[in-house]
């Protein structure tokens, strides 16, 4: 018996046509799993990942900056498939300014694609996994739910919240049979860290404090999220996993 098999089991994964959530696809696929690609953009590269490997795909276009989608999104996913075992709330968005300057429009726009939108999901999604007394949810929290950064007010708001979402929520639904982590990345090459890495002083020094000597390539997030969404993991409630080449370790 392999307990990382997520064999027949279904996967939602959110912002899933890029960067960590494509990786994150791929992998949950590559582990068994069949994939439900939920967000705003074509789904096709994804989809042309996962094809090979012999999986179900299906691709569910929603907008995440607000919770209208929820309900249809987990709906959708239970029609086609007859379940939902493992939710990744992954799609999320940040906005980079002084503090001193910023936006109440870049405050909600954050709060409510990065916190708000994943708890709302996160309930839908677990009123079918109480259903079937078992389901797996993770969160993609961020070194900003540790730390404090500079210029992203709403970001690191909205993940070190996402972080305390998801110790509430796993002492909520433990004893439902559905557990609640968090997995939180280091700095990654994908759009998200894209104004970083283009910043050469920034880039130089978040390279010089990181122990494993490079950037996280998308794929070597795929081990946690395979972990966290399998049996192997069914201990494992509220921990917030970080995957960052030692940062937080310095
Ligand atoms: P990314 O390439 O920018 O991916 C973000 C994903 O979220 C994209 O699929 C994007 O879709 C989707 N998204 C954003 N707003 C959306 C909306 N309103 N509706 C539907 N989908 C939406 O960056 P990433 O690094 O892979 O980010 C994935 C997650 O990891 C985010 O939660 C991010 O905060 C977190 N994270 C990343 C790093 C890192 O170093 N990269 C570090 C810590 C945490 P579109 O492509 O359509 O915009």
Redo the contacts with the bound molecule.
Sequence with gaps: MNAFDLSGQCALV??????????IAVALAHAGADIVA????AMDETEANIAPLGRRFHAIK????TTEPCARIIEEARDLFGRCDILI??????RRQDALEFSEEDWDAVID??LK?PFFLSQAAARVMVQQGRGKIIN?????SFQGGIRIPS?TAS?SGLAGLTRLLACEWASKGINVNAI??????????EALRADKERNSAILARIPAGH??E?QEIGGAAVFLSSRASDYVHGVVLPVDGGWLAR
């Design positions: 959110t912002g899933a046509n890029t960067g960590l959530g494509q990786a939920v967000g705003r953009s929603a907008d995440l900056s709330n992954n799609a999320g968005i940040i694609t990065n939108v993609i929290a961020s070194l900003l970001y993940k939180a990345p280091g700095y990654f090459v994908t759009n998200n860290t950037w996280g998308p």
